[in-house]
């Protein structure tokens, strides 16, 4: 059985709608709490997919947290191999400090709630993540950092407040600003968790998430479970290939 780590920041922002099709496509499915668990216990090499999840620290803050720097370096390790590696919000991020972009708070202010994606430049060559691209689907966005696109990566997306929402790295690396993983019917655990950033950030409420949530949340579930199954077939298309030219 093929295996997925997840490396998780914080206990609601888990893999979400992912972990069902995850193991719909035969993956045995395991966590890594980062700041708890060591990176010095595991190989960054041997998972056939790790997926970094997202968290409301920041990849700079390694002073307070110091843990990020083996985190930075055990992803490097493996970016540089090109195994087959997904980050999303806070670990697009982290894949941008391994692969030496810079990560700093963004200048346009936080970008939390619902909104649309643009194509990026390279986006024509990943045909399944057009599910995601366009005015007629919302995807939620909850961030305030952002990043420098790393050199030699593919840019995806943008969104209208920031210009790097998505990049490729290689032929398996996958980093995502935005939240393709949220479960609709989990909106509760995240205004919970997120409590204090709503309650301090100007211009969002939770009456506002809740209702934008049952608006946008049934296509943008749809888009976004066409673009998970079209990723992993993509995965799994890699392998073949390479075992033929090798």
């Known amino acids: 059985m093929k295996t997925a780590l997840a490396l998780r920041h914080v206990a609601f922002e888990d893999l979400g709608q992912l972990a069902p099709l ?143 929402q998505a990049f490729a790295w290689g032929e398996n690396c996958l980093a995502l600003q935005f939240h393709p993983e949220f479960d609709v019917r989990m909106v509760e655990r995240w205004l919970i968790g997120h409590a204090h950033e709503i309650a301090h950030t100007r211009n969002i409420s939770l009456a506002g998430l809740r209702a934008d949530a049952e608006q946008y949340g049934r296509s943008f579930e749809a888009a976004s479970q066409h673009f998970w199954q079209g990723w992993l077939r993509s995965l799994n298309g890699n392998k073949e290939e390479m075992r033929r030219t090798a």
């Open 22 to 164: 995850l193991k719909k496509n035969g993956y045995q499915v395991s966590y890594f709490d980062v700041g708890v668990d060591s990176f010095a216990h595991v190989s960054p090499l041997d998972a056939d997919l790790v997926i970094v999840l997202g968290g409301p620290i920041a990849v700079y803050d390694t002073a307070q947290y110091p843990y990020l720097r083996a985190e930075i370096a055990w992803l490097r390790a493996r970016l540089l191999e090109d195994l087959p590696t997904l980050g999303i919000c806070l670990g697009a991020q982290l894949m941008a400090a391994a692969l030496h972009a810079r990560v700093y708070p963004g200048t346009s202010g936080k970008e939390i709630g619902w909104g649309p994606l643009r194509a990026g430049a390279h986006a024509v060559e990943l045909p399944w993540f057009h599910q995601l691209v366009g005015q007629d689907t919302r995807v939620l966005h909850w961030h305030g950092d952002t990043f420098d696109l790393p050199e030699g990566a593919r840019h995806l997306a943008s969104s209208a407040q920031y210009p790097n």
